[in-house]
């Protein structure tokens, strides 16, 4: 199997991995790839893992920019409560950025 034909299948797979909580998935993908089979479902939990961690990354991408910062914790908390609505995002990336007074002196 050429490797372009894998790429394709995996993310294929992790697009339908992540569709399958809207339903539709299934009728888009059904035609080109065999759904039946287990190895398409071992390759669709495991594309749908990836993009979860991926996008969990990207979620908590203001405390992971802040890990050092003396109030990772509150960033860490801002982020967890308020991130989901962009605003609060924003400003737990700001803060991340931001330099301690403490580390200026």
Do not use: E
Request: a positive charge; glycine letters at 10%; hydrophobic letters at 55%.
């Amino acid at each position: 199997m050429p490797i372009n034909s894998v790429m394709k299948r995996v993310i294929l797979a992790a697009s339908f991995g992540l569709a399958t909580f809207q339903g539709s998935a299934h009728a888009a993908i059904s035609g080109a790839l065999n759904t039946q089979s287990p190895s398409f479902h071992v390759v669709s939990l495991i594309g749908g893992f990836l993009l979860m961690g991926l996008f969990g990354c990207l979620y908590f991408l203001p405390t992971i920019i802040g890990r050092r910062k003396r109030n990772v914790v509150a960033i860490f908390v801002l982020n967890l409560f308020l991130g989901w609505s962009g605003l609060g995002w924003i400003v737990a990336l700001i803060w991340s950025c931001t330099v301690d007074r403490d580390s200026i002196r």
